[in-house]
């Protein structure tokens, strides 16, 4: 059973929105930190957003202001709306899960990985 499982990508235009979802098939969904990172072919993974159990949310400057993190930890959930979208926003979107850490922004702290969803804005 795959432990998170990605929706909601597709192509736009730039300046629309988008709204990605994260399910997850874990009780421990609530414990720790779930994330979105992005990744284009040849680039290291980038970290988008990252949101805690408490709510607490976390930024790249890059979306800082257009994106939104949430999570609805009742339905095992997390979102991420994406509004104003940029060319530069186009690349796969794969949501994470990690526990005990206390810096949400790299990669290497997350143990569980979903299978991504693409996102593609067109100029």
């Known amino acids: 059973q795959v432990p998170l499982v990605e929706s909601g990508g597709g192509s736009v235009q730039a300046g629309d929105s988008l709204t990605l979802s994260c399910a997850a098939s874990e009780r421990t969904f609530s414990r720790g930190f779930m994330a979105w990172f992005r990744q284009v072919p040849g680039k290291a993974r980038e970290f988008v957003a990252a949101?805690?159990?408490?709510?607490?949310?976390y930024y790249a400057d890059s979306v800082k202001g257009r994106f939104t993190i949430s999570r609805d930890n009742a339905k095992n959930t997390v979102f991420l709306q994406m509004n104003s979208l940029k060319p530069e926003d186009t690349a796969l979107y794969t949501c994470?899960?990690?526990?005990?850490?206390?810096?949400?922004?790299?990669?290497?702290?997350?143990?569980?990985w979903g299978q991504g969803t693409q996102v593609t804005v067109s100029s």
């Open positions: 994470a899960r990690a526990i005990g850490t206390l810096d949400p922004t790299p990669a290497e702290e997350y143990d569980l």
């Open positions: 949101i805690k159990a408490t709510g607490r949310s």
